[in-house]
């Protein structure tokens, strides 16, 4: 009896411990992923400000930012992650409009949804 319940014991830390690092994998996944959203929106940034030179390079930025929240969605389940991630993307779709229309789109939204997501992707 007492060697079965060792055994469960055993087996339930192992568990614990499987889920505890996945959980941990799965924070720096997306803090990573998260800096990578935040050059992506520098590189969006400066697209934005040298568009008469390389028009272009915003959309890409766009697409880029785009890429790395499919990353992040794709590697979590957490609420406060999903509902950062639909936040961003929100404010990207809302950038992508502006310059479709021809317009100098406000990238505010987009630093701001960026920040949160830094936020919520911080293990710890």
Known sequence: MRRTLLTVAAATF???ATLGCSAVEK??????????VAQSVNDLQ????????DPVAAAQ????IDNDL????????DADVNQAVGDLRDAVDNVR???DDGQ???LTPIGDATGELTNVCTPG
């Not at 930025?61 to 880029?64: F, G, H, N, Q």
């Not at 499919?70 to 389940?77: L, P, Q, S, V």
């Open 27 to 36: 924070a720096i996944s997306c803090a990573n992923t998260a800096a990578a």
């Open 70 to 77: 499919d990353e992040i969605e794709k590697n979590t389940g």
């Open 104 to 106: 100098t789109p406000d």
């Open 61 to 64: 930025a766009l697409d880029a």
């Open 14 to 16: 192992a568990a614990t």
């Open 46 to 53: 400066d697209a934005i400000g040298n568009a008469g030179e």
């Open 97 to 99: 409009t502006s310059l």
